[in-house]
């Protein structure tokens, strides 16, 4: 019996697996890539290589935020503190302290603290410290209750989805510029932080984007 079609069709099965195998291992890598737990680590608590300790420096010494991270109002980034910052306080107060030997080191060196970051926006991503803050947004937001950590670690997935959460709804988060800082503050019922939110969204004219373009710039 005459073959109805030509012997190179007798392949196109096998090709469609391997292309269908192909596109389907790009997907996965595209998902990956850009939904990694890599970013979106909640829990992730290194050791640092001082025991710094926000507790004590916030809650029982009342240091604000800005105080180390000097540059979150005025700058796309919130900096780390330098080894001068710290010294400020540590040439007189537990200046012996086996504690902040690695912080004398650095100092007496010139060599910075090896600090490991622990939360970082991806390489594809937008992000604006000062924006956010000077609109209302307070550090608690997206970093959680650092005030009362012993050691800082991932508290929100800052995640896509989430992120998107609140451009959609920032009323359920803008708080008084006066509050920004204060970890502790929150409004007293969801409803009243929603009727105040809806102020702040109207009076600042806030409208943040939900494209692709709003943060994949």
């Known amino acids: 019996?005459?073959?109805?079609?030509?012997?190179?069709?007798?392949?196109?099965?096998?090709?469609?697996?391997?292309?269908?195998?192909?596109?389907?291992?790009?997907?996965a890598y595209g998902v990956t890539y850009y939904f990694t737990p890599k970013y979106t680590r909640v829990g992730y608590m290194p050791t640092q290589p001082v025991a710094f300790s926000h507790a004590i420096h916030v809650n029982q010494?009342?240091?604000?935020?800005?105080?180390?991270h000097t540059g979150v109002e005025l700058s796309s980034h919130s900096n780390v503190p330098s080894t001068q910052?710290?010294?400020?306080?540590?040439?007189?107060?537990?200046?012996?302290?086996?504690?902040?030997?690695?912080?004398?080191?650095?100092?007496?060196?010139?060599?910075p603290i090896p600090w490991i970051r622990i939360h970082k926006a991806p390489d594809y991503v937008y992000f604006n410290h000062a924006v956010h803050v000077n609109r209302g947004v307070s550090c608690y937001s997206c970093h959680g209750n650092v005030n009362q950590m012993?050691?800082?670690?991932?508290?929100?997935?800052?995640?896509?989805?989430?992120?998107?959460?609140?451009?959609?709804?920032?009323e359920n988060h803008l708080r008084p510029?006066?509050?920004?800082?204060?970890?502790?503050?929150?409004?007293?019922?969801?409803?009243?932080?929603?009727?105040?939110?809806?102020?702040?969204?109207?009076?600042?004219?806030?409208?943040p984007p939900v494209n692709c373009a709003g943060c994949h710039r």
């Open 1 to 27: 019996m005459a073959n109805f079609f030509p012997k190179w069709t007798l392949w196109l099965p096998l090709q469609f697996l391997v292309a269908a195998g192909v596109v389907g291992a790009g997907i």
């Open 150 to 170: 012993e050691v800082v670690w991932h508290h929100e997935p800052q995640s896509m989805g989430w992120c998107l959460d609140c451009h959609r709804a920032p």
């Open 61 to 68: 010494l009342g240091m604000d935020c800005r105080y180390c």
């Open 85 to 111: 910052t710290c010294m400020n306080c540590h040439t007189y107060v537990q200046a012996q302290s086996p504690k902040i030997a690695p912080i004398k080191a650095s100092w007496t060196t010139g060599q």
């Open 177 to 207: 510029l006066n509050e920004v800082y204060n970890l502790d503050w929150s409004a007293e019922t969801p409803a009243a932080q929603r009727e105040m939110g809806m102020q702040f969204v109207k009076e600042w004219n806030v409208n």
